[in-house]
């Protein structure tokens, strides 16, 4: 009895760790099956024509708080890249799908390797597996369809990108001119005060004095406006006709002037017209002074009054002689100097203006120094604005490159030394002056299938640039990898560098990259002045599209 107790306490207790072990490996399958990435590829084609796309779908399944990084840019090379699909995601509970489909395509025919892409989560690489691609050429019937001769090359205008710094350019000329237009030579509309300042003193005086007449002054009771103003008019009047200083003068000093000026004959006025003239000067003080109220038919009296000796001061002033016509003329004619004057000193303000701030405006939105660039023409920085850069293959075995020009032809002539060795020589190269900056391509293939000698090649370059001029070079050497994978040598370094037509030696940068297999050689040379920000940022763009091909 006692045995079959402890034959069953220890077959439950056995049975029972084994229960706990299950359970336990089934959690911890569970656990790593739900944070273990899964990374799946697919192609919907494997066989196309040359142009046409096939799209390479990318699944990812991770958790939900993984970070999962796509491949970008060009990396399915021997493809291109055509696009890039924006990211499907699809959750099922704590679980996401994560799906990326790229369009891809190739235009020469041939066999070609989708490489394996490297899709990076949580900072761990997976990769998806490689496929092979086959691109067959589009098939001619050269029966039923008609051949055709081959058409001449056709001359295409290059488009005009820089169309809208015209336009911006034309428009700033225009606003000067209509700046200089508005302030110069615009004739401005007078207003009925200035019509009246540019009337002769008189005609102005008797046209102030109609317009006192009908004025409501009496009839309002504003008998002080009324002489205030009656007495301005041929005190202003005296003043500018007469040159008698009558603004500033009591009625005793005024009617006294005007005496003096009689007796010395300067002015022939009689006892009558200036004792009038005395006694309305006089009610005027009253009026403004101590408040007197005459009546209207009086105030009417006083300004016919006024009229009449305005008259008869007009006819009484002698006539100028030459002289004084002359300094008038001559004192007219600097009033209408200095009024030009002004009028230029304005308009240049505003033009200088309107260039200070138009210049402020672009100098903080691009900067300073890209500013300035953009005035003076900077060389490098109109190849780096260059919007319409170059994607071609130069000589054989093939180069290709992007670059801001196309590289032209250089003729070249293999050395006779090298003829044994060298089959064929094909160069292109582009040259700014302005910029001292040089991309060129050299395709060598040789006349056996040997291996090609970097080294050698590179110290024929550097004796180049010295039998050129070029000093203190300094050189260095590291691998270079293309994005297909193509490794070649890159030689690097600076140099005093001779400027073309002059003795002058500036610093310069370069690079020399060399790749080749048997019986061909490929070398890609690229020069550039130090310092050139602008430059640098051109020879890295071309140092990410450099290609080329393995095999001869």
Not at 220 to 235: G, H, P
Not at 266 to 289: N, P, R, Y
Not at 384 to 391: A, F, I, M, R, T
Not at 489 to 496: D, I, Q
Request: with cysteine; charged share 25%.
């Amino acid at each position: 009895m006692s045995y079959n107790k402890l034959f069953n306490k220890d077959f439950i207790l056995c049975f029972l760790h084994k229960v706990v072990l299950c359970l336990f490996f089934i959690g911890t399958y569970s656990s790593y099956s739900q944070t273990t990435p899964k990374v799946t590829s697919e192609v919907d084609v494997t066989t196309l024509k040359i142009g046409e796309q096939l799209h390479f779908k990318v699944s990812v399944e991770v958790d939900s708080t993984a970070q999962v990084i796509f491949p970008e840019g060009q990396t399915f090379s021997p493809l291109e890249t055509v696009e890039a699909f924006k990211t499907d995601t699809t959750r099922k509970k704590d679980r996401v799908t994560l799906q990326k489909t790229y369009a891809l395509t190739q235009f020469d025919s041939g066999s070609y390797k989708l490489p394996q892409q490297r899709i990076e989560i949580n900072g761990k690489g997976f990769f998806t597996d490689s496929l092979r691609i086959e691109v067959s050429t589009v098939k001619v019937d050269t029966i039923a369809q008609k051949m055709f001769d081959i058409k001449p090359l056709l001359s295409v205008d290059k488009s005009n990108t820089k169309l809208w710094k015209i336009v911006l350019a034309i428009l700033f000329v225009l606003l000067i001119a209509g700046l200089v237009y508005w302030f110069l030579y615009r004739k401005k509309p007078l207003t009925e005060e200035e019509k009246v300042a540019l009337l002769p003193p008189y005609d102005r005086a008797l046209l102030e004095l109609k317009k006192l007449e009908n004025s409501r002054y009496l009839i309002q009771d504003e008998y002080k406006q009324y002489y205030s103003e009656l007495t301005d008019i041929v005190r202003s009047y005296l003043e500018e006709d007469a040159n008698v200083s009558a603004l500033e003068s009591t009625t005793d000093e005024l009617i006294s002037k005007l005496e003096l000026r009689k007796d010395a004959g300067e002015l022939d006025l009689d006892h009558e017209t200036i004792s009038q003239f005395k006694k309305i000067l006089q009610t005027a003080d009253l009026v403004k002074f101590a408040k007197s109220k005459p009546p209207i038919s009086t105030a009417e009296n006083d300004r016919k009054a006024v009229e009449q000796i305005v008259v008869k001061t007009h006819e009484a002033i002698p006539e100028p002689s030459e002289e004084e016509l002359l300094e008038q003329a001559e004192y007219q004619e600097e009033l209408a100097r200095k009024k030009q004057r002004k009028k230029t000193i304005v308009a240049i303000s505003a033009a200088l203006g309107a260039v200070i701030i138009g210049i402020a405006g672009i100098t903080a939105y691009y900067g300073p120094a890209n500013t300035w660039d953009t005035i003076t023409g900077n060389p490098s920085k109109k190849m780096l604005d260059n919007k319409e850069w170059v994607s071609s293959s130069y000589g054989y075995p093939p180069i290709s490159l992007e670059t801001p020009e196309v590289l032209i032809r250089q003729k070249t002539k293999i050395p006779a030394e090298a003829k044994e060795k060298i089959k064929e020589l094909q160069t292109f190269a582009y040259t700014n002056k302005a910029a001292l900056f040089t991309i060129a391509t050299t395709s060598t293939t040789f006349t056996s299938e040997e291996e090609p000698d970097f080294q050698k090649s590179v110290e024929h370059l550097i004796k180049n640039f010295e039998k050129k001029g070029a000093k203190n070079i300094i050189t260095k050497s590291e691998e270079f990898t293309t994005i297909s994978g193509v490794k070649g040598l890159k030689t690097y370094g600076n140099a005093k560098f001779k400027i073309l037509e002059s003795k002058e030696l500036v610093k310069g940068n370069y690079i020399i990259l060399s790749f080749g297999g048997k019986g061909f050689q490929q070398q890609v040379l690229l020069t550039w002045l130090a310092n050139d920000t602008y430059a640098q940022e051109i020879i890295d763009r071309i140092l990410t599209t450099v290609e080329v091909k393995t095999e001869a």
